[in-house]
């Protein structure tokens, strides 16, 4: 069983920025593609980016631009670094670890870490 532990989160004001790590327990991470996801109260949770194994990366489009999904697999660590933030971007982040690329299920997930952007 693959444990998640986010942290990084907390209150922010608009224009600035957080960055959001995640550690994995165990020895498989660098097999594993990582994803951010976020929910908003009364929201689906969305996919806002990943980055697979090979550490190639996609991006929700309403944060492209803004945010940068990294990894080091020395420290089974994922990153989320989020810049020019907006009030549209409070929310609960997640992180997931999957062996589907497209994210269409996911083995296992963190749980949470708020992030509130004040305007």
């Known amino acids: 069983q693959v444990q998640l532990v986010e942290s990084g989160g907390g209150l922010v004001q608009a224009g600035g920025s957080l960055r959001l790590s995640c550690e994995a327990s165990g020895r498989a991470f660098s097999t594993y593609h990582m994803g951010w996801f976020r929910q908003a109260p009364g929201q689906r949770r969305d996919l806002v980016a990943a980055?697979?194994?090979?550490?190639?990366?996609n991006y929700a489009d309403s944060v492209k631009g803004r945010f940068t999904i990294s990894r080091d697999n020395a420290k089974n660590t994922v990153y989320l670094l989020m810049n020019s933030l907006k009030p549209e971007d409070t929310a609960v982040y997640y992180c997931?670890?999957?062996?589907?690329?497209?994210?269409?299920?996911?083995?296992?997930w963190g749980q949470g870490t708020q992030v509130t952007v004040s305007s």
């Open positions: 980055i697979l194994r090979d550490a190639s990366t």
């Open positions: 997931a670890a999957s062996t589907s690329s497209n994210f269409s299920w996911a083995f296992s």
